[in-house]
């Protein structure tokens, strides 16, 4: 409530060029509208990180407890132990943003410009799978990819593909699912950015001699860039650290870091090496946005 | 991983088509849950083990006639399609007063390790007072000192535990522990895509099996049948041994003969025909064939496997006799038969057969809810392992999954 | 200087029958019109009236419904309009967020795949005073900047017509006044054909050779500024450019050139060649700064033809505001009818009138203009709210 008081109180909006005793007043205001959010950051965010940073140096077990020892090895014998599972979570869900971005694009560009009244449609449609359960809708791919499931059921009877032909159980299977789960992740921003092109914008580029292909590429594409950065993100980044997909839809061979740490912390119990796998990874992946966002470039446009 | 946040997963999984009934042990996923959360929560834990004399919590029973269960999903008889309503669980509230609060948040021992550990090892309530968990894990939580000690005063119809059941190596006189189901890990096959399947040599090498095999996610039963296949005994091997059966699963994985490990979810797929043969648990195969007949369990030569599920009290409970009174109810050999007909697994009671002829004598005449004697004999049960081999032969059986 | 290179290089723009119906709403109806090359041409009228639809079927960015386009001696009327040798200033600039100034002013040229663009933008952007400007990006700039952005992004491309939709409506008054003279500058120097959409009557006055009103979908008058502000053909026009006051009257002879009125009883006269009325029945109207104002009694007795041959009404002062330049005011006929008043703040004699002083109105007969007078309370009416620089003073009728 003082916050509230101290605004108020403050300099009326019309006195000209407010003098120095008012605003010296209202300085702290800004960081008392702050305080909640750094709290929760504090409690919620700096604190577990600190403490995930503190067990991935430890030394221990479930049955000795662990106790702090700032064991770096920790971090190099997970990372060498499992470096083959990181590089393909980062090819995987490199793959899956690749594919959901060419499969986003139109449909959002369509949703935006063309869907006319179908647009919240459309757009719930986009978001439909989410009122499902994340298992469920990767469990249905098992049902359409299956050996006999709907697609190749329907191609082997009619002997288009051998009969021992699979599409689950390969790494296509598991970046498939990846794409399909995060797709509304990738969609929304699209749409949303490609939304809010003003499209007289779009007008000015045809009375500029541009071609409709000219003009997506020349201002809707750039225009639409904070929306692709953004999509990007929110895919890749869920993608590399999934590994329901793989559990499902892939074999041990498709294994992606995700799944190794489940298996550290929950089935092995050692529970520094599962904290300097997330920690590793969670490092990685800031330092793979630090770097794209960077270059992309974007950030007068967001 | 947003998305997968979803800690009733298995009765998703039921709507989404899944028999419910062959849904009984789901194993895999919702350690994904507790992955995030807990993991920040796991530094700089205590060694100490509690102690006993601190962990029980005054018992409330008189007072409050209730008792907090916390169970595997689709691991009790129900009433029609209304999940809600629970035959045995209502006969017993209406025998004794006593209300159950019933939930189904077992869905992965480790999962559930996961979520109970950090109270227990605090030592505090876990707000229940009785949880099923599987042979190996219960060991470890008695090992680790996380339940208490079971008043058998409380419990006449205790007696009724099958002979074979009576000692196992974590707990030899069932101190601890009560056994909910037992049941075989054993092989399963699909007839209408390969011919008979009779040992885990063939799953692991067939040509015609290729890319259609699956095994179990949990370690004991998946080692314990490529142990005997290897003619070593699951209850007593070297480290040697199993290294050399970790090797042989690991080509089968790497020449893609295996396709994947799984829980529960192999079910699905073998009725699909998506695998051919798989390492199998009987009550899944027995609610299989109720549909399709073509899938068969096989008892390998070498022998099977044999798992219980276990319930225990953990510490702090604080209706601790109302839980016992709970157990003791489902030894009763009707209350068991009742339940046996409903989950098809191995009913632990004796005298609950003779119950079954009433009920439906076609189950009753079954081997693999009703063993005899010599078939029980014959089982196996996996070595009772120490913290380091646990930890070891774990980490070596999860690297073969492929975490 | 001459940026288009080729001195003289517009083209004249017909508009043949031009129609666009939106639905059941005709938003341009049968509009013909001849745009002479090289003239600044601004289609003026409150908003709603078609002019920018008219002006974006010429871009291309409407199809009409029916008529043609003829530019030059070009049927462009099928053309898409990136094919069109017509460019466009938006009333919201429309510029480019993601591109910096050079490369805005340089889109169309490096869509045509021009040679030689950073001289022509250096020209382009020295033509609109920007040199200097070349990397910065368009929020960057103040409107006013802004806007000479979009100039010389259309400009730049030696457009046959240049089209300016509403091209200072964003700018404050002042720098409103001074972009006016600016464009008005740049077109006579380039020397192409300026067809320019306003609602701001004295933006289109200050600006173009010729001016047509639109009103509904249709052009109500056409002509240079002068004519349409001294001799109105019609209610609306009286009232959106500028402002008039207009009463009631009933012919009651002629005499030789001379048009003889009576208003409630009051005699005027008018040239007969300022009245477009067939009828008996008419509306007469003055501009309010042409009427002077006289306290009762220091001038004739206000009920006839002064001596002077002015045309004279008396009544009462019911409101005086002095606007600096001049001090306006409402009059009250005996009739009532109120009519407003400018009185240009020139005398040296400080004594004005008040509200409640008993005044006499006098004013040139060849000021007084007349039409067909069924329009009676429309005129009030089309008064176009957005008639901006001056304010609104009710009519009387």
Known sequence: ?302 | MTASHDARIPAALSRAGLSRRRFLRGVGYGGVALTGGSLLAACGTDPAKPRPEEQVAPDRSQQEKVVNFSNWPLYIDVAGKNEGKRPTLDAFTKQTGIEVNYTEDVNDNDEFFGKVRPQLQAGQPTGRDLFVVTDWMAARMIRLGFVQQLDKANMPNAGNLRAALESPPFDPDRSFTMPWQSGFAGLAYNAKVTGEVSSVEELLTRPDLKGKVTMLTEMRDTMGLTLLDMGKDPSDFTADDYAAAIDRVQKAVDSGQIRTFTGNEYAQDLAKGNIGACVAWSGDVIQLQFEDKNIKFVTPDAGVMLWSDNMMVPNKAAHKANAETLMNYYYDPAVAAELAAWVNYICPVDGAQEEMQEIDPELADNPLIFPDQATLDATHVFKDLSAEEERNYTQAFQRVIGA | MNVAGVPGAGAALRLDGLTKRFGDFLAVDDLHLDIPEGSFFALLGPSGCGKTTTLRMVAGLEEPTSGRIILGDEDVTDRRPYKRPVNTVFQSYALFPHLDIQENVAFGLRRRGQKDIPRQVQETLDLVQLAGYERRRPSQLSGGQQQRVALARALINHPRVLLLDEPLGALDLKLRRQMQLELKRIQLEVGLTFVHVTHDQEEAMTMADTIAVMNAGRVEQLGDPASLYEFPATVFVANFLGQSNLVHARVTGRSGDTLLLDVAGQRLAMPADRSRATAESVLVGVRPEKIYLALAGTRGSGNARSATGDNELSGVVTDASFTGTSTQYLVRTPRGQELVVFAQNTSADRRSATPGDNVVLHWDPAHTFAFDGSGKAEAEEATAEESAAVPRVGVGG
């Open chain 1, 1 to 302: 409530m003082s916050t509230l008081t101290a605004v108020r109180g403050g300099a009326p909006v019309e006195t000209p060029e407010p003098s120095e005793p008012t605003p010296r007043r209202r300085r702290w205001v800004p960081y008392a509208l702050l305080l909640p959010g750094l709290v929760w950051l504090a409690v919620f965010f700096l604190a577990p990180m600190a403490t995930l940073f503190s067990t991935s140096l430890q030394v221990g077990s479930i049955d000795e407890g662990y106790r702090p020892a700032f064991r770096i090895a920790n971090y190099t014998e997970a990372l060498s132990a499992f470096s083959e599972q990181f590089f393909r979570s980062f090819g995987y869900a490199a793959m899956a943003t690749v594919l959901a971005l060419l499969v986003s694009y139109p449909l959002a560009y369509a949703i935006a410009f063309k869907a006319g009244r179908w647009k919240n449609v459309l757009l719930v449609l986009v978001i439909a799978p989410f009122f499902t359960s994340f298992l469920v809708r990767t469990l249905a791919w098992t049902a359409i990819l299956g050996d006999q499931g709907l697609l190749l059921g329907q191609l082997k009877d009619i002997g288009l593909v051998s009969p021992d032909f699979r599409l689950l159980a390969r790494p296509f299977a598991v970046v498939l699912g990846l794409t399909y789960n995060f797709l509304p992740f990738m969609t929304l921003p699209l749409y949303a950015s490609l939304e809010r092109i003003d499209r007289r914008l779009l007008e000015a580029a045809d009375d500029l001699y541009s071609s409709a292909f000219t003009t997506f590429r020349k201002v809707t594409f750039p225009l639409s860039l904070p929306g692709v950065v953004a999509g990007t993100l929110l895919t890749f980044i869920p993608a590399a650290g999934d590994y329901i997909n793989q559990r499902l839809l892939g074999t041990p061979r498709q294994s992606m870091i995700g799944t190794v740490i489940d298996s550290q912390f929950l089935r092995v119990l050692d529970y520094p090496s599962a904290a300097a796998l997330s920690f590793t990874l969670m490092v990685s992946i800031v330092v793979l946005v630090w770097f794209y966002v960077r270059r992309a470039g974007t950030e007068e446009l967001v």
